[in-house]
Every structure is written in structure tokens, then in C-alpha cells.
């Protein structure tokens, strides 16, 4: 059994190798084809080495979203190759029953879901950020929109807005505004700065133009104006905080993910999106376990000439199904305010049923 276990992961992993070098070859064509098109209308003498550097390191990204695609396409293949060779049908006279192969199917799944969590989680959020530092070093700090990102944290009996209009490639904050309010909802300070770093249990401003409003006992407000070249601002908002708030929550770890929910939802603001995503990035490398399973009943089937191509395609039809309705739970839990953990999973369970009713329905059947 052991030997049929090395030779069924050997040509599935070597399948799946395959097929996602494929696809990311395809898309490193099709993002250098974007980026030569922005370089050369935007940027004159942007270097190719660069831009090329730049497309590389968001491959990982591209890894990490289609590696549950090419798990199904490279062991749908393994699978139609066993079951037209009639190496599946000698498997099971050799004592690999049902269960024995939904157990070694499970184990195959099991190592694709930790290889996408490894991916998705540790390699792919830095590959993004050292991406992100290439392009600001080249076309200037990243920011969002025309008023950059905005922040919100609770102190006490105050509260703070705060918005930073870009973020430099060495973690330099550009453009700050902070407002700050009393118990009661007035504004209580404001602050500018040209620039600021993350410093030791607060932010290290650099620039300042402060506004301290005092309440005075005739209950008018006094307005006392300072300019200072540093000013320590003492917050809990961290670096992954405001590049949170400045990059698209799916290419986020899921630590920093879960922090910032915390942080959104400790500040009473709306963290519906954030959340999806978080049971997103939990749910997602699962879904590399329920495409092993979908494509085991391939292995049950009799296929006639010509027949493959027909059941390989369905599969990757059903696995193209599969992505399509994760989205449009993505996006209606995040409307209809569905449960986050209910819209991230829903799909996953779905299809696991369906795959082993169809693998139980086939092995009732033989």
C-alpha cells in the first residue's frame, strides 16, 4: 500500500505541478504585457529589469488563488489517465476499496491545504509588500483614492478620525490628519503632519501643526495653536493597520486580517467585509481538499474512445462552478449582511456533499 500511495501522490503532485506552471506562466505573460503598457504611457525610462521584478513577485498571489483550479485539473487527469488504463480497476482488486480511497484521497487533499495555507498566509502577503515596494519606489507612495486611508480609534472617554494620505515604500507615512473628540462629540484636537514613522507604543510625527480646543468656564471654546518639529502621538494603530486600510484585504495574512477586524470592531465601525474575507483565507485552502475529493469519481468511470475530453472538461466546468459560487457568496453576504463564517464556508460544503454523493453513488453502483 505504501508503494501505491507514492505512486498516486508522485503523478498527482507531479499533474498539479504542471498545471500550475502553466497558468502562472500565463499570467506572468499577461501582467508584463499590463505593466510594459503603464510603464510606457506613464513612467519614460522605467527599466524592464525592474518591471520584470516587480511581475515576478506577484506571482505567489496568482499561486495562491489558482492552486485549488489546478489541484482539480491535475488529479481529474490522474484520474480519467487510471480509470482508461484500467490501473484504477486493478487498484481495487488489489485491495484499495472505497473508503481506503477516499482515505488516501483525503491525505493527498490534506497536503495541498497546508501547501495553500503556507502560500496564502506566509509567502504570497510578503511577495505583495516587497511588490508594493518596488512599484512605490518607481511611481511614488501607495495610496487610495483622492483622500488616502482613514482610521478610526477609541482612547478612553475620546475618540480619534484619522487619515493618512499615502504610505512610502520604507513604512513612512505622508499627509497625516488627526481630529480627536471629547465624551460629548466635540472636537476637542486637531493635527497635522507633514510625514511620521511608527514608533515605540505610538506614532512619531515630523511637521506638526496642532489645534487644542479648551472649554472655558463661560462654556466657550478656546482655540490654542502650536507648531512643533516632532510631536509623539501615543496609539495602538499598527503599520499593518494603515496598510489594511491602503491594500485589498485578500492579499493580507490572516493574523493581520483578524487584528484589524479586532481593531474595526473594538472602534465601532463596519468590519462585514473584513470578516468574509477573514473566513475567506480560513476556508479557501479548504477548498484544495474538496477538489481532490470532486475529482475522485473520475476514477470509477468507464470511458469509451474519446470519452476523456469530455469528463475532463466537465470537471473543470464544475470546478470553474465552484470559484464562481464562492464569489457570489463573497459578495451577497457582504450586501445581505449574511453570517461571515456561513458565506465563506457555504460553497465548500456544498460541494463536498455533492462529490461524495456522486463517489458514493458510483461505488454503489460498480
Known amino acids: 500500500m505504501k508503494t501505491l500511495r507514492r505512486y498516486l501522490f508522485r503523478e498527482v503532485v507531479l499533474s498539479v505541478s504542471f498545471a500550475t506552471l502553466a497558468f502562472v506562466a500565463l499570467f506572468f505573460f499577461f501582467d508584463m504585457v499590463d505593466e510594459l503598457r503603464v510603464a510606457g504611457s506613464a513612467v519614460r525610462g522605467y527599466p524592464l529589469s525592474t518591471a520584470m521584478l516587480y511581475v515576478l513577485l506577484r506571482q505567489p498571489q496568482h499561486v495562491y488563488e489558482l492552486l485549488p483550479i489546478t489541484v482539480l485539473i491535475g488529479t481529474i487527469f490522474v484520474m480519467t489517465r487510471l480509470a482508461q488504463n484500467s490501473e484504477s480497476t486493478i487498484m481495487r482488486t488489489s485491495g484499495l476499496g472505497p473508503w481506503r480511497a477516499l482515505g488516501e484521497a483525503a491525505l493527498m487533499g490534506v497536503v495541498f491545504v497546508v501547501a495553500t495555507f503556507a502560500i496564502g498566509d506566509y509567502v504570497a502577503p510578503a511577495s505583495e509588500r516587497a511588490a508594493e515596494i518596488v512599484r512605490a519606489r ?48 466635540h472636537l476637542a484636537l486637531t493635527a497635522r503632519a507633514a510625514q511620521g514613522h511608527f514608533g515605540d507604543g505610538g506614532w512619531d510625527l515630523a511637521t506638526v501643526q496642532r489645534n487644542t480646543f479648551i472649554q472655558t468656564a463661560t462654556d466657550q471654546a478656546q482655540v490654542e495653536r502650536l507648531s512643533e518639529d516632532s510631536w509623539h502621538w501615543p496609539t495602538q494603530i ?3 493597520m494603515v496598510a489594511a486600510s491602503l491594500l485589498n484585504p485578500e492579499k493580507m495574512a490572516t493574523l493581520d486580517l483578524f487584528l484589524y477586524v479586532r481593531h474595526l470592531q473594538a472602534n465601532g465601525q463596519s468590519a462585514q467585509r473584513y470578516e468574509i474575507e477573514l473566513w475567506h483565507k480560513v476556508f479557501y485552502p479548504l477548498s484544495c481538499l474538496v477538489m481532490v475529493v470532486l475529482s475522485l469519481p473520475f476514477a470509477y468511470l468507464h470511458f469509451r474512445s474519446g470519452g476523456m475530453t469530455a469528463y475532463v472538461f466537465g470537471g473543470v466546468m464544475a470546478g470553474i462552478s465552484f470559484f464562481l459560487l464562492n464569489s457570489v457568496f463573497g459578495f451577497a453576504g457582504n450586501l445581505q449582511n449574511w453570517s461571515p463564517w456561513l458565506s465563506a464556508a457555504a460553497p465548500g460544503m456544498i460541494y463536498s456533499v455533492l462529490s461524495l454523493a456522486m463517489f458514493g453513488w458510483l461505488v454503489l453502483r460498480q
Not at 477609541?154 to 487619515?163: C, E, K, L, V, W
Request: proline share 2%; no cysteine; hydrophobic share 35%.
Open 138 to 185: 518607481q511611481f511614488g507612495p501607495l495610496s487610495t483614492g483622492l483622500t488616502g486611508a482613514w482610521l478610526k480609534e477609541q482612547q478612553g472617554d475620546r475618540s480619534y478620525a484619522i487619515n493618512v494620505r499615502a504610505l512610502d515604500a520604507d513604512g513612512l507615512m505622508r499627509g497625516i490628519r488627526i481630529f480627536g473628540f471629547d465624551a460629548q462629540g
Open 238 to 240: 499598527t503599520s499593518s
